[in-house]
Each structure stands twice: as C-alpha cells, then as structure tokens.
C-alpha cells in the first residue's frame, strides 16, 4: 500500500470512529412510548425476504424486482402513525397509496376502538381510499411497512400480479369495520 494511503487513513480514522460513536443509539423496544421514536426509517426491501411475505408470496421472481424497485420500505417502532384518514371523501381521494404489513404489527384505530392486524391478517394492507370515516392506521410493534403509490399499485394489477385474494379479503374486512357510525362502535 502507498504510504499516501496510509498517513490519509490515519489521519481520517479519529474522525470516522466519532461520527459512528454520534450516531443515535438503537431504542430499547421496552422503552416507554413518549420517549421512542415514532418517526419512520427508510429500509431496505430484500427480495429473499420479500417472498416469503403473505401479500407477495404468489409472485414471480421479476414480479418482486418489479415491487422493490416501485415501492418504499419503512421500519416503524411501535405507536407510528403510519397513515390517517381526514373523515372526508376528498382526503381518501387525494391519498390512496397502499401500505402493506410486510412485519409486525398494526391496527386502525376508529370510534375510540382499535382493531389490530398481523402481516398474514385480511388487514395487512390499507389504503385510505377503503372509507370515508376519520381513523389512524398505527403500528402496535416494531415493524416494516411498504408504501406503493397508487398508480406503481394500479400498473402492477394492469400486469396481471397475484394480489386478488388479498385485496378481497382486505375489501371484506375494512367493509365491516367501517359499516356501523363511527359512535355506535364501542
């Protein structure tokens, strides 16, 4: 190695080994919620991984290329606001990326009422588009979420991707929650 290379490696290895020491620590998942972050990181989106997720698991290997490279992943710690519905049919219209349960948990939080899903549950995907009634969709634990923009979702269905069963049971679970007025759910 060139003794160039050598004295600027020396002279730059404090500086690296403080930036990495600066870096915020991990929180503890027993942390008290006020005191953890609630903001969303940006992930990396494995293919491996990516396959063997319920929402996912009928497609094909470019299938899967074709989601990660037109989709964001976020890792979320519990109590994240991960999307919120403004009660009005204009906001549902102006907002309707989907969100896929890749893992952990989540739940929708309606009429002072929570109904929690898991990423193998008829829930593991929302999109405000689903009601017109004002809810918060909130991760219960550490977890890893994708959006996928509307019209990404809308050229994968165009492309024939294996998302029917899901969105059908998807479809029939957020019917039903949101049917009854939001005050007769207790």
């Keep these: 190695m060139k003794l160039s290379i050598l004295i600027a490696g020396a002279v730059l290895l404090p500086f690296l080994i403080a930036a990495c020491d600066a870096r915020p620590q991990p929180q503890s998942p027993d942390a008290p919620l006020t005191t953890r972050s609630t903001e969303m990181k940006p992930s990396v989106t494995y293919l491996h991984l990516l396959k063997h997720t319920p929402f996912f698991t009928s497609l094909t290997t470019e299938q899967l290329r074709w989601v990660i490279s037109h989709s964001h992943e976020w890792e979320a710690q519990p109590g994240t606001v ?24 989540w739940q929708i939080e309606y009429g002072k009422q929570s109904y929690p899903a898991g990423h193998a549950d008829a829930g593991k995907w929302f999109s405000t588009a689903v009601t017109d009634q004002a809810c918060r969709l909130v991760t219960t634990e550490h977890s890893y979420v994708m959006k996928i923009e509307r019209a990404d979702f809308d050229a994968m269905l165009e492309q024939g991707f294996a998302f029917d069963e899901h969105l059908d049971a998807g479809r029939r679970y957020y019917r039903e929650l949101f049917a009854a007025p939001a005050e007769l759910v207790k």
Excluded: K, P, R, Y
Aim: hydrophobic fraction near 40%; charge should be negative.
């Design 82 to 105: 991960v999307a919120q519905c403004d009660g009005s049919a204009h906001g549902a219209a102006n907002n309707q990326g989907m969100w896929i349960l890749l893992d952990g948990g």
